[in-house]
T-cell receptor
Framework: DAKTTQPPSMDCAEGRAANLPCNHS???????VYWYRQIHSQGPQYIIH???NNETNEMASLIITEDRKSSTLILPHATLRDTAVYYC???????????FGKGITLSVRP | DTAVSQTPKYLVTQMGNDKSIKCEQNLGHDTMYWYKQDSKKFLKIMFSYNNKELIINETVPNRFSPKSPDKAHLNLHINSLELGDSAVYFC??????????????FGDGTRLSIL
């Protein structure tokens, strides 16, 4: 079972920041927070991950609360191509599984 | 140059047939995975191989048999196909060497339809 909860859907306007929330209140100390997305008819795509510090890469930023019980994925300037299902996943060591939940459907409107 | 490639992309076949799906990765990863995404869009892991050794085997019917001839390939053979096997099957790879937080890279999926 997924150890995260996400709203089922959200939308944002093209060019604006998209802030996608995720709750993981039972996260363990050795578990990372991962974000993947799945654009229609494609395979899941890795976006970003973090342990406790905020992280940023060319795709997005990940903000993790100090107690690590929740996080927010930020797409700074959403485009129509960012419309997808976004999955927030907590995962421990190398041999542990990626367990996908229902994710959040982000719709970017023109 | 696709990192994780699956063939075929589409597979339509009759119930009861045996079929294989192939997966190859050119990322130099040592671990490969098979996932199944059903009609309700839930994505679940089926198998994982590390250096050709099975390390994850979820509750999957034994009609499904993964085969890893080398680290770069993980094929999925399915015997006696059933209607419920209709789904999209995704292959993925990652590296278990180094930091234990390496992300998985996915292929674009094989869409299996059973008639």
């Amino acid at each position: 079972d997924a150890k995260t909860t996400q709203p089922p859907s959200m939308d944002c306007a093209e060019g604006r920041a998209a802030n996608l929330p995720c709750n993981h209140s039972t996260i363990s100390g050795n578990e990372y927070v991962y974000w993947y997305r799945q654009i229609h008819s494609q395979g899941p795509q890795y976006i970003i991950h973090g342990l406790k510090n905020n992280e940023t890469n060319e795709m997005a930023s990940l903000i993790i609360t100090e107690d690590r019980k929740s996080s927010t994925l930020i797409l700074p300037h959403a485009t129509l191509r960012d419309t997808a299902v976004y999955y927030c996943i907590v995962k421990a060591g190398a041999n542990s599984k990626l367990t996908f939940g229902k994710g959040i459907t982000l719709s970017v409107r023109p | 140059d696709t990192a994780v490639s699956q063939t075929p992309k589409y597979l339509v076949t009759q119930m009861g047939n045996d079929k294989s799906i192939k997966c190859e990765q050119n990322l130099g990863h040592d671990t490969m995975y098979w996932y199944k995404q059903d009609s309700k869009k839930f994505l679940k892991i089926m198998f994982s191989y590390n250096n050709k050794e099975l390390i994850i085997n979820e509750t999957v019917p034994n009609r499904f048999s993964p085969k890893s001839p080398d680290k770069a390939h993980l094929n999925l053979h399915i015997n006696s196909l059933e209607l419920g096997d209709s789904a999209v099957y995704f292959c993925a790879s990652s590296s278990l060497d180094g930091p234990d937080n390496q992300p998985q890279h996915f292929g674009d999926g094989t869409r299996l339809s059973i008639l």
